[in-house]
């Protein structure tokens, strides 16, 4: 199995911390299928105090709409797993945590055979200045839920690094 499955690449996340800080900009994180892993990994930076605003993690519907406003019809037909819903927490999450930057995540990280959910998905938005700037579903090979959420993590930190650039 390689690293990106194995290990949150901190290299990524210091150089995001570089960029923000230089640009004296904030990022916050709402998240789903990464249970805080994309909260940990910014948090870990030397002055993550200097760019990172915090985040939220939500598991359901309930919590996404109440602390996220994201659209629970939609949100029902998709078993909160979309692009839209990802772009609508992104969003959320920038005016909840006064932030430049919004990174949201909502997924799967093992099949849920009695929803006929086999394939492993995540779909994570990127806003800054509560405008969608980046929305993207990412798959994953089936491993263990913890690898699959690393996976995920360092994809996203990947995608917001080049944005940020």
């Known amino acids: 199995m390689d690293n990106n499955y194995n ?26 299928v ?17 760019f990172f605003q915090g985040g939220i993690t ?10 996220l406003h994201i659209d629970p019809v939609h949100a029902i037909d998709t078993n909160c797993v979309s692009e839209r819903v990802a772009a609508e927490m992104a969003v959320a999450v920038t005016g909840l945590f006064s932030a430049d930057w919004g990174i949201s995540v909502t997924g799967y990280a093992s099949p849920l055979p ?11 938005a990127i806003s800054y200045k509560n405008n969608v700037v980046r929305r993207e579903t990412v798959y994953a090979r089936k491993a263990l839920p913890r690898n699959v959420r690393v996976f995920y993590t360092n994809h996203i930190l990947s995608v917001f690094l080049k944005q940020i650039r």
């Open 34 to 50: 990464t249970a805080g892993d994309l909260q940990s990994a910014l948090s870990l930076a030397e002055d993550a105090l200097g």
């Open 7 to 32: 290990e949150i690449n901190f290299e990524t996340v210091r150089r995001i911390r570089d960029i923000l800080l230089l640009q004296h900009q904030t990022a916050a994180v709402a998240e789903s």
């Open 58 to 67: 939500v598991y359901n519907l309930g919590q996404k709409a109440r602390h």
């Open 114 to 124: 009695e929803k006929n959910i086999n394939e492993l998905y995540a779909c994570f």
